[in-house]
């Protein structure tokens, strides 16, 4: 099943419950505009280099389209389309007041020098600047891409359009981006499985955690779970897992990562697979890395009782089925990685105010946006008898329809 296919699923899920006519699901399933562009790029040693890029913008009913930017070597249309339709469903569940997009360039940025990086960054919004904007359609940072890039894009954007920092969010701080954003993703991983937990009236200090991808969302999410006294066992990245059944010294190993770049080499744990971490005897498990990680080939190896989506569909939706039939709790994407999209629109709204809101302030407001958004979806689900993923596409849906029809479709 591709990516899009899998989204369409859970949106006809809900759609059903809904008792949503045929015509309007095809409306709101529908992206609006799929744009691929060339983006030509002189590389350091001279060459010419050709690649590919794509935004697709998928609904804007109930504001403005957001959605990241990544650079991989896996990105092509289907996915990009799938992420872009998660977005418009990831927005609505918070009810932040905007639809969805994503965009990204099939590239390997591990192979691109700096310099390399800023130019393919600039080519790319020379292509899309008329498409994108602070009222239309506003990029973030998502894999391979990063605060620098964001200050990158503001600058070739605004050479068209002039100083208008709302254009992008994700930016450094120093640059009109918003204290907090670098972490949001992250801490509410965190937040939202401690009230889960809360829910299930279970405590922090009784639940191992093995987090998959040590990058933004995952180290992010590891410190804040690691305050928050869960007992994390095992964390990993691309170079492998690294496990300690009593516990890992997540300071430590953040101290680690900030010297050496990746997890390799980190003391004090056993080094297993990706794929083993995954299977591991641990109560929560947060897939932060990849999507399509927990399929039906590998769904009876997870032993978890809890699952915390930091990545965009990391769980196959054959897989997805199989958990809920066992019990398993599975906080989905579009809630438990909303984080980020909030705090971005925090920036927005105080780059529209030329205003900068200090961090407890972020942190207090996050918190805030993630909790109604957790009671809402817990409520929808048990009202429905259905998993959360239901309940929140449930609710997503309903508030995307409803905004289509007073825009007068
Ligand atoms: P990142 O590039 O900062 O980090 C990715 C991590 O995954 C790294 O530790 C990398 O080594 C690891 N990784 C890469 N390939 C791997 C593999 N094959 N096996 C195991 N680990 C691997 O990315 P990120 O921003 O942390 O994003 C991770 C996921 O979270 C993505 O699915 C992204 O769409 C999603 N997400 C990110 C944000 C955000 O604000 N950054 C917001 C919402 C969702």
């Known amino acids: 099943m591709k990516a899009f296919e899998a989204v369409q699923l859970y949106f006809h899920r809900a759609a059903d419950i809904l008792e949503m006519p045929p015509e309007i699901r095809k409306l709101l399933l529908q992206p609006k505009r799929e744009v691929t562009v060339e983006v030509p790029v002189e590389m350091d040693d001279g060459r010419l280099e050709t690649l590919v890029g794509f935004r697709v913008q998928h609904n804007n009913a109930r504001g403005p389209m957001k959605g990241g930017l990544r650079y991989h070597w896996e990105v092509d249309l289907d996915e990009v389309r799938a992420l872009a339709s998660l977005m418009s469903w990831k927005t609505a569940v918070v009810n932040i007041p905007y639809g969805g997009a994503k965009g990204g360039i099939c590239v390997d940025p591990s192979q691109l020098s700096k310099k390399e990086k800023e130019r393919v960054s600039r080519k790319f919004i020379d292509q899309i600047h008329e498409i994108i904007g602070p009222d239309k359609d506003i990029p973030a940072p998502d894999m391979g891409t990063d605060s620098e890039t964001m200050a990158w894009m503001r600058n070739q954007w605004e050479k068209y359009n002039g100083f208008n920092p709302a254009c992008i969010t994700g930016k450094p ?237």
């Open 173 to 409: 701080v120093e640059d009109y981006g918003a204290k907090g954003r670098e972490e949001a993703t992250g801490r509410g991983v965190g937040i939202l499985a401690f009230k889960m937990l809360r829910r299930l009236g279970r405590r922090p200090q009784d639940i191992s955690v093995a987090i998959q991808g040590f990058g933004n969302v995952g180290s992010h999410a590891a410190k804040y779970m690691y305050e928050s006294e869960f007992k994390i066992v095992a964390v990993s990245d691309i170079t492998g897992g690294y496990y300690n059944e009593d516990g890992l010294d997540i300071p430590a190993v953040l101290h680690h990562v900030i010297e050496n770049r990746t997890l390799e080499g980190c003391k004090g744990a056993t080094q297993i697979s990706n794929e083993e971490l995954l299977g591991l005897p641990v109560d929560m498990l947060i897939p932060s890395a990849l999507g399509g990680v927990i399929t039906k080939d590998n769904v009876d190896r997870i032993k978890a009782s809890y699952i915390v989506e930091g990545a965009n569909a990391p769980i196959h939706p054959y897989a997805d089925e199989i958990l809920f039939d066992r019990g398993v709790c599975v906080m989905p994407d579009v809630l438990a990685n909303a984080g980020g999209v909030t705090v971005s629109y925090f920036e927005w709204v105080q780059n529209r105010q030329y205003y900068s809101w200090d961090l407890n302030r972020v942190r207090q407001q996050l918190d805030s946006v993630l909790s109604l958004a957790f009671e809402e979806v817990w409520a929808a689900a048990n009202e429905h008898g259905v998993s959360l993923r239901t309940a929140a596409f449930v609710i997503a849906v309903e508030r995307v329809r409803r905004a289509t029809e007073l825009s007068g479709v």
